[in-house]
């Protein structure tokens, strides 16, 4: 249930924790609680902690930054259920809910970047303002690859799985992070802080390995154009120049849609706010929310 909006709110803690749509979901908070309230979201098999060097830039802000089902240190879908972007946006909408809010900003990283744009676009009364860190609103493949993406997650659901790679210590997990990506050793080794767990020989990941399943029901091209045509809320989508790729091809085209988008080009790699390049991505993030008129 909703608070209402004159409700003193708790004190702040670090760790927060909710129980949303039967799942138990964690997340990490900074801040001043009389703030803005900004939910933070984060990107692909990563956690909270990518907020890490960012969050402490806007402290002007109630940022809260959820772990995704199946990220940091939340829990898991049950057996037999996908992972889909609606289904990101049910848990972001139902943490909103838990913590009050009746409006808040979004800033949204990667995929987490594509989440804030589906909840722009479906409750875009509920949205102050959203900030998406190199990644947008894209659909890659026609229609007929969607069937078959869909085909194919109900295969993977199904098939037998094996048990995710054991590391002696947190030093293999961070550098296995930095081969299959261009994050800074440093970047790799907050995510690790936070996705592992101890097991028997040492260490695995804690994200859920059908996470990296085909994704199922991804929206169709109308219904992306549809969801940038509704969203009202003043967006900014700060594009890391040496970062990923996959959505820039439709930025032009959602860019053509969306009422109020601002799209600012920076050099960096894609976890630019977790990089040496953050205090970049902080000063555009605060002037985009008036942080400093209102100091």
């Known amino acids: 249930?909703?608070?209402?909006?004159?409700?003193?709110?708790?004190?702040?803690?670090?760790?927060?924790t909710f129980d949303v749509n039967g799942l138990r979901l964690t997340a990490k908070a900074w801040g001043d609680p009389a703030g803005a309230p900004t939910l933070a979201l984060?990107?692909?098999?990563?956690?909270?902690?990518?907020?890490?060097?960012l969050a402490p830039a806007l402290p002007?802000?109630?940022?809260?930054?959820?772990?995704f089902a199946g990220h940091g240190l939340s829990a898991h879908r049950p057996n037999g259920v996908h992972y889909t972007?609606?289904?990101?946006?049910?848990?972001?909408?139902?943490?909103?809910?838990?913590?009050?809010?009746?409006r808040f900003n979004v800033i949204g990283h990667s995929m987490g970047a594509?989440?804030?744009?589906?909840?722009?676009?479906?409750?875009?009364?509920?949205?102050?303002?959203?900030?998406?860190?190199?990644?947008?609103?894209?659909?890659?493949?026609?229609?007929?690859?969607?069937?078959?993406?869909?085909r194919r997650a109900i295969e993977q659901m199904l098939a037998?799985?094996?048990?995710?790679?054991?590391?002696?210590?947190?030093?293999?997990?961070?550098?296995?992070v930095t081969q299959a990506t261009d994050q800074s050793w440093d970047a790799a080794a907050t995510l690790v802080a936070r996705g592992h767990r101890l097991v028997r020989g040492g260490y695995t990941w804690r994200t859920d390995p059908r996470i990296r399943f085909s994704t199922p029901q991804r929206p169709s091209e109308e219904q992306l154009d549809a969801l940038m045509t509704?969203?009202?809320?003043?967006?900014?989508?700060?594009?890391?120049?040496?970062?990923?790729?996959?959505?820039?091809?439709?930025?032009?085209?959602?860019?053509?849609?969306?009422?109020?988008?601002?799209?600012?080009?920076?050099?960096?790699?894609?976890?630019?706010?977790?990089?040496?390049?953050?205090?970049?991505?902080?000063?555009?993030?605060?002037a985009f929310?008036?942080?400093e008129k209102r100091g």
């Open 160 to 176: 037998t799985h094996k048990s995710p790679p054991i590391y002696t210590d947190l030093d293999a997990m961070i550098r296995r």
């Open 85 to 102: 972007s609606l289904l990101d946006v049910q848990d972001a909408l139902g943490i909103a809910n838990e913590l009050g809010w009746e």
């Open 42 to 53: 984060h990107g692909w098999l990563d956690n909270a902690n990518t907020f890490d060097r």
């Open 230 to 286: 509704r969203s009202t809320a003043p967006s900014l989508l700060i594009v890391a120049n040496q970062g990923d790729r996959w959505y820039r091809p439709g930025i032009e085209r959602r860019a053509a849609r969306h009422p109020a988008l601002r799209v600012e080009y920076i050099d960096g790699p894609h976890h630019i706010h977790l990089e040496a390049q953050s205090p970049i991505v902080a000063r555009l993030v605060r």
């Open 114 to 150: 594509s989440v804030a744009c589906e909840l722009v676009g479906l409750f875009p009364e509920r949205v102050l303002k959203a900030v998406m860190i190199d990644g947008f609103s894209h659909r890659e493949g026609d229609a007929m690859e969607g069937v078959l993406a869909n």
């Open 289 to 291: 929310f008036d942080l």
């Open 1 to 16: 249930m909703l608070q209402a909006a004159n409700q003193q709110k708790p004190p702040r803690q670090k760790e927060l």
């Open 60 to 67: 002007e802000l109630d940022l809260v930054a959820m772990d």
